[in-house]
């Protein structure tokens, strides 16, 4: 056995269900995978039905359960038809994880509608819409894990962004806010804010760009989506039962 396994942490999710959007690549399909590992059977919800089944599969392979959901995490409907037919197939919703998520970059005088109300929507409207739905059954069942993945750029902003970071500050505002409505009800809502980590999206910024972030980070690298992974474990783990409308910040120190 290699040393790694070891020093990863270890959760023991057996007959969970978990909901993870944005689970066709990078961040999301690391946090599919890993809630595998743990024994939870995962919705794999995004739109690329491809990658979505390439998902799934990693995870049968890996000896655990999946299914896949083809969905726009913006459209209301579908949301609903999501987690209902979740619930339908495997009888309960113990994890959601609200991880789907866009940039449309531009430095604010050139910043259309449509860079505005695209990222609002695919970032923040559907948090609101999976968050509403899902959080019935979980009050009712007197327990649940809502996992938002925010970002850094929601808490210290980021030139070009400033509707990706409007977005992500307004996941905060609700995670702090939905945490104290289901508190009594034993349902946790916390948020994980990521520096960079090596992704697509973070691919798109190019080689240059690339370097000049290593230089800001403290630990002098890019994260990686398995390290924002094991932080959405510990969170839905009954280690954390205590922990609430809290931001977690996984970015190699770039907000220390
Ligand atoms: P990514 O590689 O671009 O993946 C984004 C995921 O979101 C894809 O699976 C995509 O699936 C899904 N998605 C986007 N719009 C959707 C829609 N309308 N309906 C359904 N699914 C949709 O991004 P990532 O780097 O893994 O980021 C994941 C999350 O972490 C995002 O919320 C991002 O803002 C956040 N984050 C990332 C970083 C970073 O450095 N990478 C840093 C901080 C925060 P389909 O295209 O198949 O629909």
Redo the contacts with the bound molecule.
């Keep these: 056995m290699t040393e790694e396994p070891s020093r990863r942490i270890q959760v023991d999710l057996t007959g969970q269900t978990a909901i993870v ?9 690391a946090i599919a995978l890993e809630l595998g590992k743990a024994g939870a059977q995962v919705a794999c ?4 039905q491809e ?2 089944q390439a998902t799934a599969d990693q995870i049968q392979e890996a000896g655990g359960t999946a299914a896949v959901y083809l ?4 459209d209301s409907e579908t949301v609903t038809q999501v987690i209902d037919t979740v619930i339908d197939t495997w009888g309960q919703l113990d994890i959601l994880v609200n ?5 449309r970059d531009t430095l604010i005088p050139r910043m259309s509608d449509e860079d505005w109300d695209s990222v609002l929507a ?2 923040l409207r ?1 948090v609101f819409l999976f968050t509403r739905t899902a959080s019935m059954p979980m009050m009712r069942k007197r327990s649940g894990r809502i996992i938002n ?5 929601g808490l210290m902003g980021n030139p070009g962004q400033a509707n ?1 970071s409007a977005s ?1 500050a307004g996941i905060i505002g609700m995670t702090q806010t939905v945490a104290r409505e289901l508190a009594s009800r034993k349902v946790t809502v916390n948020a994980i ?10 691919d798109a910024l190019g080689p240059a760009v690339q370097e000049e972030v290593k230089k800001r980070v403290p630990a002098r690298r ?2 990686q ?1 398995k390290e ?1 992974a094991d932080a959405v474990l510990y969170l839905a783990s009954q280690s954390a039962a205590y922990i609430t409308g809290q931001v977690l910040t996984v970015d190699g120190g770039l907000t220390a």
């Design positions: 959007t944005g689970a066709s690549r990078g961040i999301g399909k919800v995004a739109r690329n990658k979505l969905c726009d995490v913006t991880n789907a998520g866009i940039t695919a970032n559907s993945i925010s970002s850094v750029s990706y992500k804010c990521p520096g960079f980590i090596a992704t697509e999206m973070t890019l994260g989506a924002v």
